[in-house]
């Protein structure tokens, strides 16, 4: 029997791209749909394409796993609660720790923050995004007063004269999106020439780490040669002197001698900038994960406003958030300083609010814990906690440093990880939970743009498998709480939850979404339309205008020297998404992207003996990894670039972390490669 196709959405990005689930007798069938704005010219990435095969029993977990061996739910669930009952009267609340995703819904990322501070207790809540847009979303909110990635529907990009791309690789990591792109001419930023730069009317090739000089050196000509729109900055933004005084001291050949981009090209770039009657700014993780992520952004951010684009139609800036639900789930508590709604932890009114929602007394609501590094830095450690229960996320292979990560997850008490497939870090647990997928599910995500969107249950979860919410319900019937997990009623309760908070989702419900095909927060109403552009009339900020905020450029945190003379970025190709727990296991994907490799300059190559296809080791002061040789001329010579889809990139990651995001230096960081034995 065939079943009538089901709207739903790709389990995958930030674009959130619109499909159809339909099965075929044994057969699960994927198209695209073309009334989701992301993709409504019936595009899908490979990614999306081949979503399905996971969905087939053999790759994915279908039974809980209790020290690797096959259990029950009630076994297993009464072993968590046993542990726990154990490990929180030995070492109090904040001995149990919980880790999030950005990929989970909005009901569950609800859901996950209250089992932290209302069954747990404990303050020690974080999740994967912030390695991924907390930068961005820290430079937002300190310019604008709020963080929503794209202040504007994606739409609006296809009617602007121009793009500046700050390290972001669009043509593989959300690939549809150049749709929407082939109107303007493109800027794009980035040390290697990607197929995105290869799009592009003008591409600089910075050393990485170096975008806050390149932004100076750009505004400082934005400045110079009087291109500032005065009225906009007067009437718009707040700061500007200051700003525009420490970009004096910021020449283009000072930016050339630190960037390594030549002067001309910067100068170009502005005279693309000045013809352009509608522009763009965006970033993407290029910029932004850096010890300095957030004054880079921030630099950005200045050069936007400067020029007059940010809260006006047809321009503005934008950060491109990564993770299916990376809006969403920042936005509802599973931050270590939030709480639902966008709301700030440390805030008496939002803590009272929560607190009536959750008929509890604020005072026992736990304070801010430890961002996502600084948490799994202190599993096991005296004082740090010492069971963790992580839900989809894979850090032993997506965390820097990950060598000394896998050594602290194997000396703690208790670990318990939800996970669709045994990841690596899956593998190292205590008790596994075996977690139903995308299409097997209900529940609401909220994309790129801001917009909220409808993830429709296509098909039973397989025999043994449990939604993340049945999955959180047990685990906090163990600790004495009675939860629905019911996707439609924790929406309802997370829309009460975000009432009055910045990230309003309280007009927000399944049938509007269905029927308007996404709707926009701030949404405080039934009868409010949304918000597809909040900044148009004001800023979100105290007097309504945005805030210029005076940076200085610095050097990576890890400069290259005589040990380690070559700069490592990483970053991500087409076929492969994240940590890879879920793409490796696709046939059709892993063929496209079999193996961990590494990108190197043909000079390079040669005087280190290197050819294509040989097997090389690179070696930073965290650790080592092997990768084969892939030699390009698209690439700076002072720079190798590896995936970081496979374990290793990340043994050599430096995990100097961005003093406001906490946000770890993931581009940059000081190698030596040579040829393997
Ligand atoms: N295929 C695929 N698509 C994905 C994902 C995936 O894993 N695979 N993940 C999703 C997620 S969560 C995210 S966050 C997004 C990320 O999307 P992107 O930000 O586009 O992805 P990255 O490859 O991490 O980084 C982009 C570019 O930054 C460049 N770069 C490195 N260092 C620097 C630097 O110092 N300055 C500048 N300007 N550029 C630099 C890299 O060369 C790279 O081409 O992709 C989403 N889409
Ligand atoms: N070197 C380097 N490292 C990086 C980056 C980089 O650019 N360079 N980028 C960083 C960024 S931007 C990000 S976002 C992180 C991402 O890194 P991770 O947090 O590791 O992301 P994923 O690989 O998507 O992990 C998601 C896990 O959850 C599982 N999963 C999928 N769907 C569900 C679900 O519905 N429920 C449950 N319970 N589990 C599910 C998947 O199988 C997978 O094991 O990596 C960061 N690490
Ligand atoms: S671009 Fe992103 S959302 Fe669209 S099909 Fe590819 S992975 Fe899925
Ligand atoms: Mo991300």
């Known amino acids: 029997m065939n079943d009538a196709p089901v709207k739903t959405h790709c389990p995958y990005c930030a674009l959130q791209c619109g499909m159809t689930v339909s099965t075929r007798g044994a057969e699960v069938v994927i198209a695209p749909r073309t009334d989701v704005p992301a993709n409504a010219e019936g595009a899908l990435c490979q990614k999306g394409w081949t979503a399905a095969e996971l969905l087939k029993p053999g790759a994915r977990l279908t039974t809980p796993l209790l020290y690797g061996r096959p259990s029950t739910w009630q076994a297993s669930l009464a072993h968590v609660a046993g542990r726990l009952a154990g490990i929180r009267a030995e070492h109090g609340s904040d001995g149990v720790a919980v880790f999030g995703g950005g990929g989970l819904t909005n009901e569950s990322a609800y859901h996950l923050g209250k089992l932290a501070r209302v069954a747990l207790g404990t303050s020690q809540i974080d999740y994967n995004g912030r390695f991924c847009m907390s930068s961005a979303a820290a430079a937002a909110n300190r310019a604008f007063g709020l963080d929503r990635g794209l202040p504007f529907p994606l739409t609006d990009l296809a009617g602007a004269d121009v793009v500046l791309l700050a390290g972001a690789n669009v043509a593989e990591t959300m690939p549809p999106l150049v749709r929407h792109l082939t109107g303007p001419r493109l800027i794009v930023v980035d040390p290697r020439q990607t197929p995105t730069a290869k799009l592009a ?14 932004a100076l050196g750009l505004l400082h000509l934005v400045v110079a040669e009087g291109l500032v729109d005065q009225e906009y900055v007067a009437a718009r933004t707040s700061g500007f002197e200051a700003v525009a005084a420490s970009a004096g001291a910021w020449w283009p050949e000072r930016a050339e001698r630190v960037t390594g981009v030549p002067a001309a090209r910067m100068r170009s770039a502005v005279q693309m900038l000045k013809s352009a009657d509608k522009a763009y700014i965006l970033t993407g993780r290029g910029a932004e994960q850096h010890a300095k992520g957030t004054d880079t952004v921030t630099a950005f951010i200045n050069l936007a406003l400067a020029l007059g684009l940010p809260g006006t139609h047809g321009s503005g800036y934008g950060c491109l958030t990564g993770q299916g639900n990376g809006q969403g789930g920042r936005e509802h508590g599973q931050k270590a300083d939030q709480l639902p709604g966008y709301r700030r932890i440390d805030d008496p009114a939002a803590r009272e609010h929560m607190a009536a929602v959750w008929g509890v007394d604020p ?16 599993l096991g450690t005296a004082g740090g906690p010492k069971a963790l229960l992580l839900f989809g996320s894979n850090p032993v292979v997506s965390a820097p440093r990950s060598g000394a990560l896998a050594e602290r997850l194997r000396g703690l008490d208790l670990l318990v990880v939800a996970d669709v497939v045994l990841s690596e870090t899956a593998a190292l647990a205590e008790v596994v939970l075996p977690a139903a997928q995308w299409a097997e599910q209900d529940g609401t995500m909220t994309n790129l743009e801001g917009r909220v969107l409808l993830r429709r249950r296509a098909l039973a979860p397989p025999e043994g498998v449990r939604t993340d919410l049945e999955i959180i319900q047990g685990l906090a019937a163990g600790l004495g709480h009675a ?43 039934e009868d409010h339309p949304g918000t597809p552009r909040p900044f148009l009339d004001r800023f979100a900020t105290p007097d309504g205008r945005a805030r210029f905020v005076p940076v200085e450029h610095r050097p990576p945190a890890e400069e290259i020297d005589e040990d380690y003379p070559v700069h490592l970025t990483t970053g991500r190709v087409l076929a492969q998404y994240q940590s890879g727990a879920q793409t490796r296991r696709i046939a059709a994907l892993t063929e496209a992207a079999p193996e961990p490799f590494v990108e190197l300059h043909p000079d390079l190559a040669e005087q280190l003996g290197i050819g294509p296809g040989d097997l090389v080791r690179v070696l930073s002061r965290r650790g080592s990894a092997e990768a084969v040789a892939r030699i390009t001329a698209g690439i700076r ?5 590896m995936p970081f889809h496979w374990e290793g990139a990340n043994r050599l990651t430096n995990p100097a972390l961005d003093p406001g995001s906490r946000m770890p230096e993931f581009k940059v960081c000081a190698v030596r490669v040579e040829k393997a034995a």
């Open 363 to 378: 005072a026992v609501l736990p304070g801010p814990g430890r961002s996502a590094q600084e948490l799994l830095d202190a």
């Open 637 to 641: 010579r002072d720079t190798v670039f």
């Open 201 to 214: 009317a003008l591409h600089l090739q910075p050393a990485p780490g170096t975008d806050l000089a390149l």
């Open 483 to 525: 939860w629905s997990a019911d996707p439609d009623e924790v929406f309802g309760e997370l829309r009460r939850a975000s009432a009055g908070g910045l990230a309003d989702y309280a007009g927000i419900t399944h049938a509007r979404i269905a029927a308007e095909t996404g709707v926009f927060w701030p949404c405080p109403a």
